[in-house]
C-alpha cells in the first residue's frame, strides 16, 4: 500500500531552522578552515578538524530538524540511534578528508575537485544513512535519477564552500558564502526527499505513536550544544572572525640580502679602512 507523505507537518518552521542550522554549520566551519589557512602548521591540524567537525554537526543537525516535519500517515516513525549517530560521524569523518585535503594542498583545481567530491560524498551518504535508520511498518523506495541530481548539488556546494574558505578573507563575504552553503545543502536534502516514495505493509488497521519532534529531539542537543560552543571559540578569536593572519609576512627590501651571512668580528672595520685607502688612491696623482 502506498503511504501518505507530509515533509512539512509544522509548515515552514522546520525548513527555516533546518536552513539556519546549515548556515550556523557552514559558517563556523568556513572560518574554522579560513583560520587554518593563516595560522603556523602546528596549529592546522586543529583548527582545520574544528572546522569539519563545525560543517558535519551543522549538516546533521539541518537533516534532522528538517526530519521532525516529515511524517507518514497511519505509520509511528522511531530511529535507530546507532545508524542515527554513525550518519554523524561519516558525515565529520567524510569532510574532514576535503578539509584536510584543501588545507595542505591550497585551493588548487585538483585539490578543490577531490576534496568537494570526498566532501559532497559526505554529505550525501549521511542523508540516505540517516534515512536507512528510520523504522516503521513499510519501506522506502527512491528515484535513481533523483537522487543522482541531490549527490551532484552535495558536491557542487561542497566544492563551492572549499573554494570560499581558501579564498574569501573578509567577514561580510565569509557570511554570504555561508549562506548560499546553507541554501545548497538544504536543497539537496529536499532535493533527495523528493526522491522518495512510502509502501506500507498491509498489517491491519493505522497505530498512533510519539511525534517526530518528540523522537528526534533528544538526538540533537550533543551537536547543538557542539555547535554553541564552537560560536563562542570564533566569537572570542578576532582573527578568526576577521580572517587577518597572525603575523605579517616578512618582506624583501631592495639592497637587503635575503640570507645575510653573519658579521666576522672586525669586519665592518676592516670594510670601512679599505674603502677610505680606495678613495684616497683615486684622488692621488699617479708618479710615472
Request: proline fraction near 6%; include cysteine; charged fraction near 10%.
Amino acid at each position: 500500500m502506498h503511504g501518505t507523505v507530509d515533509g512539512f507537518s509544522y509548515g515552514l518552521v522546520t525548513p527555516l531552522v533546518a536552513y539556519l542550522m546549515a548556515c550556523l554549520g557552514g559558517a563556523l566551519g568556513l572560518r574554522c578552515t579560513t583560520r587554518a589557512l593563516l595560522v603556523a602548521h602546528s596549529w592546522r591540524p586543529g583548527w582545520l578538524a574544528l572546522g569539519a567537525a563545525a560543517i558535519g554537526s551543522g549538516i546533521w543537525t539541518m537533516h534532522f530538524v528538517a526530519m521532525m516535519g516529515f511524517t507518514v500517515a497511519g505509520a509511528p516513525i522511531h530511529y535507530d540511534k546507532p545508524m542515527t549517530y554513525a550518519s554523524l560521524g561519516v558525515a565529520v569523518v567524510m569532510v574532514g578528508l576535503g578539509i584536510f585535503i584543501v588545507g595542505y594542498q591550497g585551493a588548487t583545481g585538483t585539490a578543490l575537485f577531490t576534496g568537494g567530491t570526498i566532501t559532497g560524498l559526505g554529505i550525501a551518504s549521511m542523508h540516505y544513512l540517516g534515512m536507512a535508520g528510520m523504522r516503521f511498518d513499510g519501506k522506502f523506495e527512491y528515484n535513481t535519477l533523483t537522487v543522482s541530481v541531490s549527490v551532484a548539488i552535495a558536491m557542487a556546494a561542497a566544492t563551492a564552500a572549499l573554494w570560499a574558505a581558501g579564498q574569501v578573507r573578509g567577514f561580510l563575504w565569509s557570511v554570504g558564502a555561508s549562506l548560499v552553503m546553507g541554501l545548497a545543502v538544504t536543497g539537496m536534502h529536499y532535493t533527495g526527499m523528493a526522491a522518495l516514495s512510502v509502501h506500507l505493509h498491509t498489517t491491519g488497521s493505522p497505530s498512533a505513536g510519539d511525534s517526530p519532534a518528540g523522537l528526534v529531539a533528544p538526538m540533537l542537543i550533543g551537536p547543538l550544544a557542539f555547535l554553541s560552543l564552537a560560536g563562542v571559540v570564533m566569537v572570542f578569536d578576532p582573527l578568526m572572525v576577521m580572517g587577518k593572519p597572525d603575523r605579517t609576512p616578512a618582506r624583501r627590501k631592495p639592497g637587503v640580502p635575503a640570507h645575510p651571512h653573519p658579521a666576522r668580528p672586525g669586519g665592518a672595520a676592516r670594510l670601512r679602512t679599505r674603502r677610505k685607502v680606495v678613495l684616497h688612491e683615486s684622488r692621488t696623482p699617479q708618479n710615472r
